[in-house]
């Protein structure tokens, strides 16, 4: 028995009860999601890494009325999820859990955006079926999801936003100036918030100019819309000459097309299964169950390809999505931070766009009874690997691993000496600050003015580099006692003070005032 084959007509009542049962589904799927993800929340007892606690600042800075287009050092990040925070902050104050409200929220969103594509584009039960499978989804896409790192989340609800509008053109919108209206007003959004639109922009092109090329004056009513919805990241390049285009076109590049054996191979190897697991450092689940997803998932990408036009609803539009999204990974540059050589996690969260359609795909493979099997087993597989993840590891930062899971302990001795001036890794530094409220200053001297990393604070950075009482805060491994900042120390000569508040930390508190260039090569970028 074909289980989504495409319906005869039916009948006023039989439509109504389809929609119902529908409704019932996907609302049953947005709860069930939050649920699943507020327990992965509650598990790492909302813990924040680095990223995340910059967003949290910035949210801060918003409250005092310092406002901003992008995230600081990155003029091509939109401040979006900064604005949606705000008021959250207002409601419930500064914190932690505070901080996870909209990516929870959005998680939700996603879930239920991906319903309605999988509606638009083949049926009601499709639809249904695939908001259940985006609702119990891999651990890496539950876990990233819930990261307030300013265009993640936000992407993925965007994206499917802009191929539910495109769906509605496709199939012969009722009220074409609204639909196109949309479309370009949120594809502004999406372009001033990251530019991973673009694995929603080309393939929704490719559809409407070979479908709807007639639409040329609603095309343009669409651009006029893009402009709008775009307006911070114009007025910011106006203000700043172009410096979006500046930051992303200058600097070293890198061999694009000489690395793309390269991406492609670490794409097929290592990105696939984590996309449909979790990280391998997570231990979430064991080999042969995250390649037997690979398999489940790669046949639900193979069914939207194959699927003939006759026997849906899309005009191709997932289709097309499929086919140009390894081509935009590899040429786009985003792929060559997958070839770094420290082994992290650098991309996944530019892949994580595939989730728009991966659970429409398996959905389809429901076609038949085996197939329900198979998906039921998918997502049996998926809810095994949230569940036995360890969240507080989880969470932490794919580029800092060892960051301890609570800097309390650290807090408290800092406050019980009366110290609110450190040197520390940039790691620790975004979250001590947000934790705290900026009682205490944090910045990195190694990352700021050896290894040229990005300028977050530079308010911070000179605080703390003119404050009278400074401390050195460096991760080290339990039980440690020689350490480069402890034989930096040494050779100065300076009497300090040396404490652990926990096993991965280590505070030192000079005497007497130091220069932290003396002490170089005592600090680290820690990966």
Known sequence: MCLTSLPGPLSASQRGGANQRFWLALTVAVVGSLAIRWLALRGAN????????????????????????????????????????????VLFGANDPTLKIVPLLLSGAYVASTGLVGRAAFSARIGALAALIAAVAPAYLVIVGLKAWGATIESLVLGNLLLLITLHIVQGSAHPRRDYLLLGLVAGVAFWISWLVAFYALPMALILLWRKRRHWRWLVLAALAFVAGSLPLWVYNAVHPLATFGFLLGGEKADTLGNAPRVLKHFVTDLAPRLVSGDPTWHVLNRPSAWALVIVYGAGVMALLAL?????????????????????YVLSGFGNNALNPFGIDATGRYVLMLHSVLPVGVALLARRKI?????????????????????????TSPYYRDQPATLQPLIDLLDARGIDHIWTDVGIAHVMMFETGEHILAADYYDTYYAHGLIRFPEVIEAVAKADRVAYVELIRPGQTDTPIDRAFTATGVDYERLTPAPELLVIIPRTHVDPATVLAGLGFQY
């Open 46 to 89: 909302w813990r924040i890494d680095y990223d995340e606690g910059m967003v949290g600042l910035q949210v801060l800075r918003v409250l005092r009325g310092q406002f901003a287009v992008f995230h600081p050092g990155q003029p091509y990040l939109g401040n979006l999820e900064t604005y949606l925070l705000a008021p959250f902050f």
């Open 308 to 328: 003939p036009l006759r026997k849906r609803h899309d005009g191709g539009l997932l289709s097309w999505f499929l086919v140009c999204f390894l081509p935009i």
């Open 371 to 395: 197939g329900l099997f198979i998906v039921a087993g998918a997502m049996a597989l998926n809810l095994l690997g949230v569940a036995t993840l360890d969240p507080v590891k989880a969470f």
